[in-house]
């Protein structure tokens, strides 16, 4: 697989919209936030490329694996350029209506072309298909999480969850599904217990058929984040609800090749004024699959 994108990003540095903030620690006085502590708009230009495979070992088992890397150039800044390095290997057991997949993932994320956050872990999943229009699952992932240079953050992430889904039987053959999903992340250095949280959230999302060349893709997501103790400068507990909305289409214009235009907002509601912001992203990327 092969992708090029195309995009102007709004808040790329998902910063708040605002040039100042109080801190009660020093009595509420208000410190100036610098350039990269503020929202920030850019065009960026995406590339992507990335290898999976799927190899049967007999009717039961299969094991799997995939490496995936991407880079994002900004055209007005380079201290947001990002890249992503993501690999991951695993099995898969089916009987009966049962699918079990468990594997190993590591993630590598760099900022500005240096190493920023390296998070390793384990996921598994169990699916079962209730007949042919239904399927409902389980799910479990664990991380570890370490921050280059900032070690204070390091932390492990424990998240659980059920999903569903459906498939209408309509013409345009529409699917839908939801996931449910709750955990932990806390912080190596009890020290900063104010950077460990409890998660939750949930997440929809659904597919359109029109026509064998064209889809249209919808999700929505709500996640709450509740930290565990008051943050030192801000004297409070943080608390955070974040909001995801993507919309897209996906056009297959010849063999192996599709068009995506795509428009995704975020919004992080947080009772810290420093933690809240909003993005929107509207891109458009074109790909190439490559089946051997």
């Given at each position: 697989?092969?992708?090029l994108v195309w995009?102007?990003?709004?808040?790329?540095?998902?910063?708040?919209?605002?040039?100042?903030?109080?801190?009660?620690?020093?009595?509420?006085?208000?410190?100036?936030?610098?350039?990269?502590?503020?929202?920030?708009?850019?065009?960026?230009?995406?590339?992507?490329?990335?290898?999976?495979?799927?190899?049967?070992?007999?009717?039961?088992?299969?094991?799997?694996?995939?490496?995936?890397?991407?880079?994002?150039?900004?055209?007005?800044?380079?201290?947001?350029?990002?890249?992503?390095?993501?690999?991951?290997?695993?099995?898969?057991?089916?009987?009966?209506?049962?699918?079990?997949?468990?594997?190993?993932?590591?993630?590598?994320?760099?900022?500005?072309?240096?190493?920023?956050?390296?998070?390793?872990?384990?996921?598994?999943?169990?699916?079962?298909?209730?007949?042919?229009?239904?399927?409902?699952?389980?799910?479990?992932?664990?991380?570890?999480?370490?921050?280059?240079?900032?070690?204070?953050?390091?932390?492990?992430?424990?998240?659980?969850?059920?999903?569903?889904?459906?498939?209408?039987?309509?013409?345009?053959?529409?699917?839908?599904?939801?996931?449910?999903?709750?955990?932990?992340?806390?912080?190596?250095?009890?020290?900063?217990?104010?950077?460990?949280?409890?998660?939750?959230?949930?997440?929809?999302?659904?597919?359109?058929?029109?026509?064998?060349?064209?889809?249209?893709?919808?999700?929505?997501?709500?996640?709450?984040?509740?930290?565990?103790?008051?943050?030192?400068?801000?004297?409070?507990?943080?608390?955070?609800?974040?909001?995801?909305?993507?919309?897209?289409?996906?056009?297959?214009?010849?063999?192996?090749?599709?068009?995506?235009?795509?428009?995704?907002?975020?919004?992080?509601?947080?009772?810290?004024?420093?933690?809240?912001?909003?993005?929107?992203i509207l891109s458009?990327?074109?790909?190439?699959?490559?089946?051997?």
């Open positions: 697989m092969q992708s995009a102007q990003i709004l808040n790329i540095s998902s910063a708040p919209n605002i040039n100042a903030i109080s801190v009660p620690l020093f009595s509420g006085v208000a410190f100036e936030l610098g350039q990269d502590g503020r929202e920030q708009s850019s065009n960026f230009m995406q590339l992507a490329t990335g290898l999976s495979f799927r190899q049967p070992v007999n009717d039961d088992f299969a094991y799997f694996g995939a490496v995936n890397l991407a880079h994002r150039d900004n055209q007005t800044t380079s201290t947001f350029n990002t890249s992503n390095l993501d690999l991951n290997l695993g099995l898969q057991y089916k009987v009966d209506e049962n699918s079990f997949s468990f594997a190993l993932q590591n993630n590598n994320f760099y900022l500005d072309s240096s190493s920023f956050r390296h998070a390793y872990g384990a996921t598994a999943q169990w699916l079962y298909n209730i007949d042919s229009f239904n399927q409902a699952g389980a799910f479990g992932q664990y991380s570890k999480i370490n921050y280059a240079g900032n070690s204070i953050r390091n932390a492990q992430r424990s998240i659980a969850g059920v999903n569903v889904g459906h498939v209408f039987q309509h013409d345009f053959r529409p699917v839908v599904f939801a996931s449910v999903y709750g955990g932990r992340e806390d912080a190596d250095d009890s020290s900063v217990n104010f950077l460990s949280q409890d998660i939750v959230g949930v997440r929809l999302g659904g597919q359109l058929n029109i026509g064998a060349r064209l889809q249209l893709t919808t999700s929505l997501g709500i996640e709450n984040r509740k930290n565990d103790e008051n943050d030192p400068s801000f004297l409070t507990k943080r608390e955070d609800n974040q909001y995801d909305a993507t919309l897209g289409l996906r056009y297959t214009f010849a063999r192996d090749w599709s068009i995506r235009p795509q428009y995704s907002y975020t919004k992080n509601d947080s009772n810290i004024d420093l933690n809240t912001f909003e993005r929107q458009i990327s074109v790909r190439k699959d490559f089946n051997w």
